[in-house]
């Protein structure tokens, strides 16, 4: 079954494509604005526009950077939290508050942050992260390099921390928890397979991957 699952995973692919572009058929029409988002971003900087501020719930990590994101994949993880798909009760009340327009405008500032474009091959992983990368077909999705998602809703992960990346794996396999824990059918076949020692590995790789990701630093008093 091991075996087959990166078969599986490609099979998949387009069901979750399609996922995405129902998120982004709710939002239609709406066309971010990279000033508007600027103001609304007040509520993210005490926490994302802080290099290497830390979050505690559930565990002691760094937020995660997400200037240099695309827009499509910042709404799309907004309004996972928004619905519950995504259980931070931090996140998930604040993306509750947010209209389709907010979510634009944000995606739209956040993605404005980009300035680089990383290779367009990764750094060689080590035997054992290269077959735990094979085995989870985490290109598939999510590029050559981990910077070029095959679909704009999908995350860019080249880069990311690593304490993040491995919260954010664990999260996938959570079951039956009110705060803690993310649905996602794809990812979570595909992150239960691992150990966590096997996460922290994937993790530790794809961090130091070249990537295009990055926290602008802003004051909390603008």
Not at 126 to 151: Q, R, V, W
Not at 173 to 179: D, I, P, R
């Amino acid at each position: 079954m091991i075996q087959l699952l990166p078969t599986i995973v490609r099979s998949l692919v387009a069901v979750a494509t399609f996922s995405a572009v129902t998120v982004a058929a709710h939002a239609q029409g709406v066309t971010g604005d990279v000033q508007a988002g600027h103001k609304k971003a007040e509520m993210c900087i005490g926490c994302h526009g802080i290099p290497g501020y830390q979050n505690s719930f559930p565990e002691i990590h760094k937020v995660p950077m997400i200037s240099g994101q695309s827009d499509k994949y910042i709404v799309s993880a907004l309004t996972a939290y928004k619905k519950g798909d995504r259980k931070h009760p931090t996140m998930r009340g604040i993306a509750g508050s947010l209209s389709d327009q907010d979510m634009a405008d944000l995606g739209a500032f956040y993605a404005s942050q980009a300035d680089k474009t990383a290779a367009d091959a990764p750094r060689t992983a080590s035997t054992a992260a290269a077959a735990l990368i094979e085995k989870g077909a985490c290109a598939s999705c999510h590029g050559a390099n981990f910077s070029k998602p095959i679909d704009p809703s999908y995350p860019k992960i080249g880069g990311q921390h690593a304490d993040y990346l491995y919260f954010a794996l664990k999260a996938y396999t959570v079951e039956g928890n009110k705060v803690v824990g993310r649905s996602n059918g794809i990812m979570a076949g595909i992150a239960k397979q691992y150990t966590h020692s096997e996460m922290r590995e994937i993790a530790k790789y794809l961090s130091t991957v070249e990537g295009e990701l990055k926290t602008v630093p802003q004051s909390r008093f603008r």
